[in-house]
């Protein structure tokens, strides 16, 4: 689908133009290398009245440190739950501080400790090495619980686009090992299924994230698999699960005009059909990432609004 200016949300239309342009940027090999070159330069940026801090947690499963960012209240004085936030960018680019305005919103929110891994992307480590940092942040967190003054008992996952991806993977791997206890998940317009193989991310042509885009973050990520023509493990690829007994509560909104939309509206069908508690929005004649594009647009507000209330609804539900 051939998604022309006009189609969008009008508050979107101007962002058509410069998006379309900037494609190339999210698409090879060398438009991702300039992003993360440029993404660096985000890394000393600070959240306000909340302590910042950078630690670096070792790997359980590689020699590496993960660069990993935790904010929490100024004088904190109890234990709180803990966010695992897991950035997006296509498991190919990105870092925490790309984050910090929703971030910010949700410690705002409500009382929380947030810890956001600078996890390996896709072009120097593909799979399993993103989805092995946050895994291994997570379990670091638990171990850590009484010097990070966290209830080890009350993790919640978050994350955008390919976070929220990485955000149902480790969902689905808590579920299967019962290694910590996740009181709800926010995998907002997740990037779950490899194959491609509906509607929306077999021919999605629009600004920001489309097939093309799609296409190439999926071969990188998942090359060594791809290469050595072994099965996809549900932990790369969450749309592939079929089992969604024992899922924790679940938040989302997903658009019309992105490669996800497909994926997660099924993603959403199989958890409610396993009684799991959820909380949805679809988003008509945008885009994906809009919220991000275009904060103060009205349709930008409304998501972000969706998301913190939701969020609090569900904390205020499930965090007890």
Not at 19 to 33: H, V
Not at 122 to 139: G, K, Q
Not at 223 to 237: G, L, N, Q, S, T
Not at 254 to 259: C, V
Request: charged content about 25%; some cysteine.
């Amino acid at each position: 689908m051939k998604v022309t200016k006009d189609m969008l949300h009008p508050d979107l239309q101007k962002y058509y133009t410069p998006f379309t342009l900037a494609a190339p940027l999210i698409s090879t090999e060398i438009g991702i290398k300039i992003n993360n070159f440029l993404f660096q330069f985000l890394e000393s940026k600070k959240i306000k009245g909340f302590k910042n801090e950078v630690v670096e947690v070792p790997s359980k499963s590689s020699e590496t440190l993960i660069r990993t960012r935790i904010f929490s209240p100024e004088n904190q004085a109890e234990n709180l739950p803990c966010v695992l936030f897991n950035h997006g960018g296509g498991y190919l680019m990105g870092n925490p501080e790309q984050f910090l305005s929703i971030i910010e919103k949700l410690l705002q929110a409500r009382p929380c400790v947030l810890i956001a891994p600078d996890y390996r992307l896709s072009l120097e480590a593909p799979y399993p090495a993103s989805f092995n940092d946050c895994y291994d942040t997570l379990l670091w967190a638990k171990e850590n619980a009484e010097k990070l003054q966290i209830n080890p008992n009350l993790f919640i996952i978050a994350g955008h686009s390919a976070g929220g991806g990485l955000t149902a993977a480790i969902t689905n791997k808590v579920r299967d090992t019962q290694d910590v206890k996740i009181a709800f998940q926010m995998p907002i317009y997740p990037m779950l299924d490899d194959r491609q193989d509906t509607d929306s991310s077999r021919d999605m042509d629009v600004p920001v994230w489309n097939t093309k885009s799609n296409n190439f973050a999926w071969k990188t990520y998942l090359r060594e698999i791809y290469e050595k023509k072994m099965d996809v493990p549900v932990y790369a690829a969450p749309g592939r699960n079929t089992d969604f007994t024992g899922f924790p509560p679940t938040i989302t909104f997903i658009g019309e005009y992105e490669p996800f939309r497909d994926e997660t509206l099924s993603y959403i069908e199989n958890l409610r059909s396993a009684g799991i508690p959820v909380k949805f929005k679809f988003y008509e004649k945008v885009f994906h990432g809009f919220d991000m594009v275009a904060p103060t647009s009205s349709v930008g507000m409304d998501a972000i609004q969706f998301t913190i209330d939701s969020f609090c609804e569900f904390y205020d539900k499930y965090c007890k």
